[in-house]
């Protein structure tokens, strides 16, 4: 199964595991032909993943779990590597390498497309997917509001305040009688 630049760009950091299943590293980065074709993939194996070994995606597929190659792990992580984080394509001798390591046939590699080997000086172009987060609204649909007024009787008791008022009458003293 061919893999779609849009499936390997979901690939990375994701589980790689050999055929029967067992995890051989996480995926480090991708690599592709002249046309733009996922056609290589390091694995990051390791204690500390510094080394990424090389894998071919032309038989691998993706599963729950992450990439499933059709290699097993020893081939895999004995395959010619890359450094870490590496923003160099790989050049015709590493590709020599890699055919090499995993017996196939140079009609079957990443210029297949085209019907023919790299040419001498002919590199394969490796590129990284960045990824861009946004929204963007699309009508889904209408939404009408509708108010209806409800009447309903209830029964509840209210406290009330209310003054009160007394006059107070006093006798007035003899003295203070004018």
Same mark, same amino acid.
């Given at each position: ?19 029967? @299943? =067992?995890?051989? @590293? ?9 046309? @733009? *074709? ?11 993943? /510094? ?29 010619? !590597?890359v450094d870490a984080g590496t923003d160099e394509p790989l050049n015709t001798?590493?590709? +020599? ?10 009609? @079957?590699?990443?210029?297949?497309? /085209?019907?023919? !080997?790299?040419?001498?000086? *002919?590199?394969?172009? &490796?590129? *990284? +997917? /960045?990824? /861009?987060?946004? #929204?963007? =609204? ?5 939404? &009408?509001?509708r108010k209806y007024v409800v009447t309903e009787d209830v029964h509840t #008791?209210?406290?009330? +305040?209310?003054? +009160?008022?007394?006059? *107070? &009458? ?7 009688? &004018?």
């Open positions: 199964m061919k893999l779609s630049a849009q499936q390997a760009s979901s690939l990375y950091g994701q589980d790689v595991k050999d055929r029967s @299943g =067992s995890k051989i @590293g996480s995926v480090g980065q991708i690599w592709t032909d002249a046309a @733009g *074709e996922p056609t290589w993939v390091s694995v990051k194996t390791g204690v500390m993943g /510094r080394k990424e070994s090389m894998a071919p995606l032309d038989k691998a597929r993706i599963t729950d779990g992450g990439l499933a190659v059709d290699y097993d792990t020893s081939t895999v992580k004995n395959a010619p !590597a001798a590493q590709i +020599e390498q890699l055919y090499a390591h995993y017996h196939l046939q140079p009609q @079957g590699a990443p210029s297949a497309a /085209r019907g023919r !080997a790299p040419a001498a000086g *002919e590199d394969l172009i &490796r590129s *990284e +997917e /960045r990824l /861009r987060v946004g #929204t963007e =609204s699309q009508p889904a649909g209408t939404a &009408r509001l #008791t209210v406290p009330v +305040e209310h003054d +009160e008022v007394y006059v *107070e &009458r006093e006798p007035i003293a003899a003295g203070d009688a &004018r």
